[in-house]
């Protein structure tokens, strides 16, 4: 959210008279879009992804326990991705690219995660992660972008540490227009402000 509501600004301050339309989805089904011509261009997380695509990789973000701060794992550095096979989580179902993800960590330490509520929607997520039903695994940058969910804290897991890559995606051999060029690199820098490719990090405040 954070990068895509920088790029957009930074688009139609350049470009105002060009139509853009934003579409949310999980990984594959905007894969699927762009294979079919339906997107222009799509940010895509995972390994998951078409051949058939022209793609750029962005960087990666690491994922974070994210709970309220009167919890034990608060207060603490870090925690072990195995502690979380005894927390109540709260993920997405297995079509979304972060739960394979997680889960994939889990299955190379023989770990098994309990999953206590399977939600799709990020906001409803954090919701009940601020109700105290549970926990949920995000990246820190997550909560810097929802200002409402400031009262959270992202603690970081190690041991190893949940990452996911960051992609841009492209359709195959789509005809170029004057402003896709562009559109390019105001995504590379909304994501990378400084210039630096790599990891995307979250402010302090988003950690503390």
């Given at each position: 959210?954070?990068?895509?509501?920088?790029?957009?600004?930074?688009?139609?301050?350049?470009?105002?008279?060009?139509?853009?339309?934003?579409?949310?989805?999980?990984?594959?089904?905007?894969?699927?879009?762009?294979?079919?011509?339906?997107?222009?261009?799509?940010?895509?997380?995972?390994?998951?992804?078409?051949?058939?695509?022209?793609?750029?990789?962005?960087?990666?973000?690491?994922?974070?326990?994210?709970?309220?701060?009167d919890r034990p794992?608060?207060?603490?550095?870090?925690?072990?991705?195995?502690?979380?096979?005894?927390?109540?989580?709260?993920?997405?179902?297995?079509?979304?690219?972060?739960?394979?993800?997680?889960?994939?960590?889990?299955?190379?330490?023989?770990?098994?995660?309990?999953?206590?509520?399977?939600?799709?929607?990020?906001?409803?997520?954090?919701?009940?992660?601020?109700r105290g039903l549970?926990?949920?695994?995000?990246?820190?940058?997550?909560?810097?972008?929802?200002?409402?969910?400031?009262?959270?804290?992202?603690?970081?897991i190690v041991s190893?540490?949940?990452?996911?890559?960051?992609?841009?995606?492209?359709?195959?051999?789509?005809?170029?227009?004057?402003?896709?060029?562009?559109?390019?690199?105001?995504?590379?820098?909304?994501?990378?402000?400084?210039?630096?490719?790599?990891?995307?990090?979250?402010?302090?405040?988003?950690?503390?």
């Amino acid at each position: 959210m954070r990068v895509t509501g920088a790029l957009v600004e930074a688009y139609r301050q350049r470009y105002p008279l060009v139509h853009l339309r934003l579409f949310e989805a999980l990984s594959g089904d905007l894969s699927e879009r762009l294979l079919n011509g339906g997107l222009d261009l799509a940010i895509l997380y995972g390994s998951a992804i078409s051949n058939s695509l022209a793609v750029e990789p962005l960087g990666w973000e690491d994922l974070h326990l994210i709970c309220t701060r009167d919890r034990p794992e608060a207060v603490r550095g870090a925690v072990a991705l195995a502690e979380l096979t005894r927390l109540a989580l709260i993920l997405p179902d297995r079509r979304h690219g972060l739960r394979a993800l997680l889960e994939h960590y889990a299955f190379r330490e023989s770990l098994t995660l309990s999953v206590d509520i399977e939600v799709d929607s990020l906001r409803v997520q954090l919701d009940l992660v601020r109700r105290g039903l549970g926990y949920t695994v995000l990246p820190a940058l997550t909560l810097d972008a929802v200002e409402q969910y400031r009262d959270l804290i992202a603690v970081p897991i190690v041991s190893p540490t949940p990452r996911r890559r960051l992609t841009r995606g492209c359709p195959p051999a789509a005809p170029s227009r004057p402003a896709d060029p562009a559109l390019g690199r105001l995504l590379r820098a909304a994501v990378h402000p400084h210039g630096e490719c790599g990891s995307l990090r979250p402010p302090r405040s988003a950690l503390t």
